[in-house]
């Protein structure tokens, strides 16, 4: 099993930047790849970034060239720095980790409110 917490979500305005973190703890060697999805109210889950175990990174169209997804090895963590942020970022943000097998671990979300 692994656990995942977020943490970094806040108010921020239109054009300001937000850092999340995302911790893992437990069977970290199952983990293949960590990412970011978001869900805004009456929206689908939706795809942010991802990066693999060996660094290899994603991004959905919409966040390229504005969010940038990170890790460190040694404290099991991965960030999503959110840069030029837009009202329509506004959503509650949540880590993800798949499994080497078929299991896909989730975190509890932080809300990510952008104002204009």
């Known amino acids: 099993q692994v656990a995942l917490v977020e943490s970094g979500g806040g108010l921020v305005q239109a054009g300001g930047s937000l850092r999340l973190s995302c911790a893992a703890s437990?069977?970290?060697?199952?983990?293949?790849?960590m990412g970011w999805y978001r869900q805004a109210p009456g929206k689908q889950r939706e795809l942010v970034a991802t990066i693999s175990r060996g660094g290899i990174t994603n991004y959905a169209d919409g966040v390229k060239g504005r969010f940038t997804i990170s890790k460190d090895n040694a404290k099991n963590t991965v960030y999503l720095q959110m840069n030029s942020l837009k009202p329509e970022d506004t959503a509650v943000y949540y880590c993800?980790?798949?499994?080497?097998?078929?299991?896909?671990?989730w975190g509890q979300g932080t809300q990510v409110t952008v104002s204009s």
């Open positions: 993800n980790a798949p499994s080497w097998g078929t299991n896909v671990y």
């Open positions: 437990g069977s970290i060697l199952s983990i293949n790849a």
